[in-house]
């Protein structure tokens, strides 16, 4: 019985092996090139954000400091991103996040981030399409709102007030378009990006032509005397909510930067992956924030920010200033992002659905492509759900999950980098030997990469995820009784043995991999403080949403873990590639025996012929 246990606990952290010798082989076309990338990138990730998001946070969190708090989300998406682009050239393949976890720490972790993907990129595609037609609406009038709230009103809770039709005919006409081929959506997107970044240009120009500095220096005074708000708008001034508004705002700002990394779903459609991807991610991601930043910036000096209108900020603060024609050149951009973000949240989905089903984790039936090598089965599976959700349920209240859940998926990245090349593999290390105890390993790290030193690596990032979720709770709910603990934690830190410091075993149990000469595309700077910080980022920013959030990603895992106890675990590729393999070397080892046994027999039948012949002989020399 507890054979079968441990059997079934390591069948958990199996690890995906990759043929690095086949990375050429797809049942996906190659068609898309860097500029795809970046383009794709930039589509997905400047949306709705940019428009609707900056006056939002800027009126209730951060005021003028919501620059900062994008800079913040920024540091944060920017280091993951590194993560994803080593990895991306590494083992360019489909799967993303989903199949870097399965690489280097094992199924039941892959599946917890292919899980929480699909949860972002349904949401996200849900929550976009919804946020087409409320624009679209809204510019010809309120027409569509009317008659869905007048003949098909919804009034259950947790579900929208009315459903929308024309966001899922969005859905469906946008997997219609995925389904057809990859070329085609890509040039698509290359159209409504370069439109929507046409239009950012204009509105940062804009803004800083028409804004005034004094926007960023409000005193209360000057708050109090221009309306009643002091209470409810901070104290003016470029914090007005203090740092802790701007840290707020941030955690919230992360969502506007959630998209490049479908650029790492496209693995098996790009040609020459192995520098595209890198330099598609690292591209899109500074041209957003270059975007972000600038547009915030414009708006909060165009007018003050507790005057800014939270559900059309820009529209309102063209007409502040004077410039009223200016707001249909921004609905033009505001549907043009909407439609690219549309396009980027929807594109990974079915790559992810597809990825996770080609490895017997989700249903087989997904991972079939069409004629022109398109993963057809998924998409439509992808698009069903995601019109499913747009239809029926109001999403507000489901973004931050969808932030969780991104969130976890990019910590995990960050923490799968500090054991890569350890685990890039795992035939590869059973090959190995090493001698000592992991505790050893951790605390002698040895010279060579071994089974007991991966163990250490392992053992040293889960302590680091502990002491992360741990400082960043105390940080967040008892940040003054750290502050007064401040010199005991110092003190206790220079207690601590060296060996067991992160900052001091991490460089050693590095592998001499990447401490030799040998070197991938692209690899990640200053390993492993740049994905260590990263973690500690990614978790703080978790710790930040509420606890309903948690009560309702709790409730998305428990479904995830239904699917794969039930299923996955049972019907995976690599259970059942070990299995082969398990009974080909039963095989051969029967065979073995066997033809030694008979070999054996040979020998003693062999033996009595020749014993019986001497005594004829015998007999014969006797007469």
């Not at 795809?36 to 589509?43: E, M, N, R």
């Not at 006056?55 to 969190?61: D, I, L, S």
């Not at 690219?340 to 079939?368: Q, Y």
């Not at 992808?382 to 931050?400: P, Q, R, S």
């Amino acid at each position: 019985m507890l054979g079968r246990v441990l059997s079934f606990g390591r069948s958990l952290v199996r690890r995906k092996v990759v043929d690095m010798s086949s990375l050429e082989d797809s049942k996906l076309c190659r068609c898309l090139g860097t500029v795809d990338l970046i383009a794709l990138g930039v589509g997905s990730t400047l949306g709705a954000g940019v428009y609707v998001l900056a006056g939002e946070v800027a009126k209730g969190n951060s005021g003028p400091s919501i620059v900062v708090s994008f800079l913040i989300a920024a540091l944060a998406s920017v280091m993951a991103g590194l993560c994803y682009a080593e990895f991306g050239a590494r083992v360019p393949k489909t799967g993303s996040a989903y199949l870097y976890s399965y690489v280097t720490v094992g199924e039941i972790w892959a599946f917890i981030t292919g899980w929480n993907l699909i949860l972002s990129y349904v949401i996200g595609t849900s929550s976009v399409a919804r946020a087409w037609s409320g624009t679209f609406d809204d510019l010809i009038g309120g027409h569509i709102e009317r008659f869905c709230k007048t003949y098909f009103s919804m009034n259950s809770p947790g579900l929208a007030q009315y459903p929308d039709f024309f966001a899922v005919c969005l859905i469906l006409l946008l997997s219609g378009l995925l389904s057809f081929g990859v070329k085609e959506s890509a040039w698509v997107n290359k159209v409504f990006t370069a439109v929507n970044v046409l239009v950012l240009l204009f509105v940062i120009i804009s803004g800083f032509v028409k804004g005034d500095s004094q926007n960023w220096q409000i005193s209360e005074e000057n708050l109090s005397a221009s309306a009643n708000v002091s209470s409810d708008y901070g104290v003016g001034g470029f914090l007005p909510y203090g740092f802790s508004g701007t840290l707020a705002g941030a955690a919230t700002c992360f969502y506007a930067f959630v998209g490049f990394d479908c650029i790492a779903t496209t693995g098996e459609e790009v040609r020459n992956p192995q520098k595209a991807i890198p330099i598609g991610i690292v591209v899109s991601l500074s041209v957003c924030f270059l975007a972000y930043f600038g547009v915030s910036a414009a708006l909060t000096l165009m007018m003050p920010y507790y005057l800014l209108d939270e559900k059309s900020p820009l529209p309102m603060a063209f007409e502040y200033v004077g410039w009223g024609p200016a707001k249909y050149v921004v609905a033009v951009g505001s549907l043009c992002a909407l439609s690219t973000s549309l396009l980027g949240a929807m594109f990974p989905l079915p790559r992810i659905l597809f990825a996770m089903a080609r490895d017997g984790i989700l249903f087989k039936f997904m991972s079939n492509v069409s004629k022109r090598q398109s993963p057809v089965a998924a998409t439509m599976a992808a698009g069903t759900l995601a019109a499913i959700m747009a239809f029926l349920f109001d999403l507000k209240a489901l973004v931050d999950m969808m932030s969780i859940g991104t969130l976890l998926a990019y910590s995990l990245v960050a923490a799968c980098e500090g054991e890569s090349d350890l685990t890039e593999s795992e035939s590869h290390l059973n090959m190995m030997k090493g001698g000592g105890s992991t505790l050893q390993a951790l605390l002698h790290p040895p010279s060579a990469p071994s089974q007991h030193s991966s163990s250490a690596v392992n053992m040293a990032v889960e302590v680091l995820v502990i002491i992360v979720c741990v400082v960043s709770y105390l940080t967040t709910y008892h940040g003054c009784s750290v502050v007064r603990l401040e010199a005991w934690i110092l003190a206790a830190l220079s207690r601590m043995p060296r060996p067991l410091r992160p900052s001091a075993s991490f460089p050693h149990l590095l592998p001499p991999s990447r401490q030799d000469h040998r070197r991938s595309s692209f690899q990640v700077p200053l390993l492993p403080f740049l994905p260590i910080l990263s973690i500690f980022v990614n978790i703080y920013l978790m710790v930040q949403l509420s606890g309903d959030t948690w009560i309702r990603f709790s409730a998305w895992m428990a479904v995830g873990f239904l699917i794969y106890f039930g299923y996955g675990v049972w019907h995976s590729e690599e259970r059942r590639q070990r299995a082969a393999t398990i009974t080909s070397t039963s095989k051969q080892d029967k065979s073995q025996a066997a033809s030694q046994e008979k070999q054996r027999h040979s020998g003693k039948s062999a033996g009595r012929g020749e014993r019986e012949q001497c005594l004829r002989q015998d007999k014969t020399t006797k007469f």
